[in-house]
T-cell receptor, first 113, second 109 residues
Framework: EAGVTQFPSHSVIEKGQTVTLRCDPI?????LYWYRRVMGKEIKFLLH????????ESGMPNNRFLAERTGGTYSTLKVQPAELEDSGVYFC???????????FGSGTRLTVV | KNEVEQSPQNLTAQEGEFITINCSYS?????LHWLQQHPGGGIVSLFM???GKKKHGRLIATINIQEKHSSLHITASHPRDSAVYIC???????????FGTGTSLTVIP
């Protein structure tokens, strides 16, 4: 079984540019989560999809962040325009449901310069 | 204040030592996860606990719901165990996780 796949693994962009991160969950996992870890801090929740619907987006920091999951398969997280404080590692996780384990992707390391 | 506190933040051990990493949380939870992150790598889920104790190889995880505390033990530690170990809890309400800041473990040969 393929795991959760994220790409790119690394991205370096200039302030003001746009970056799109992608997450491919495990096939059949309806629940998909985005998290991020900024330097020196704990991992923080961004949002949760159930299939194509946003179940909880309370962790999204501001309207520069846009997440989509069209068709309920892969998800994208777009940052536009990127700011320096957006630098960090963005993780995606998927799960079959609340009582099941979660599988994390390897993360995308975003550096905004 | 973070809902999840881990200790120690950094830990250096000699190969073969018994290691304990602690996690305390301040909210009611439905599940607790121990995660492992290797340098430059992704996150691997080691255990999901809602009560009692689980063992996998040299790793043992325990949780005391009443005391809101969990421990991760590594027996006969090895340099390949060097990683950041993260405690994450899922609240009774909602689906999201709250994460500790992690414990950076270095096992020296």
């Amino acid at each position: 079984e393929a795991g959760v796949t994220q790409f790119p693994s690394h991205s370096v962009i200039e302030k003001g540019q746009t970056v799109t991160l992608r997450c491919d969950p495990i096939s059949g996992h309806d629940n998909l989560y985005w998290y991020r870890r900024v330097m020196g801090k704990e991992i923080k929740f961004l949002l949760h999809f159930v299939k194509e619907s946003k179940q909880d987006e309370s962790g999204m920091p501001n309207n520069r962040f846009l997440a989509e999951r069209t068709g309920g398969t892969y998800s994208t997280l777009k940052v536009q325009p990127a700011e320096l404080e957006d630098s960090g590692v963005y993780f995606c996780a998927s799960s079959q449901g609340l009582n099941y384990g979660y599988t994390f992707g390897s993360g995308t390391r975003l550096t905004v310069v | 204040k973070n809902e999840v506190e881990q200790s120690p933040q950094n830990l250096t051990a000699q190969e073969g030592e018994f290691i304990t990493i602690n996690c305390s949380y301040s909210v009611g939870i439905s599940a607790l996860h121990w995660l492992q992150q290797h340098p430059g790598g992704g996150i691997v889920s080691l255990f999901m606990l809602s009560s009692g104790k689980k063992k996998h190889g040299r790793l043992i995880a325990t949780i005391n719901i009443q005391e809101k505390h969990s421990s991760l033990h590594i027996t006969a530690s090895h340099p390949r165990d060097s990683a950041v170990y993260i405690c994450a809890v899922r609240l009774h309400a909602g689906n999201q996780f709250y994460f500790g800041t992690g414990t950076s473990l270095t096992v020296i040969p």
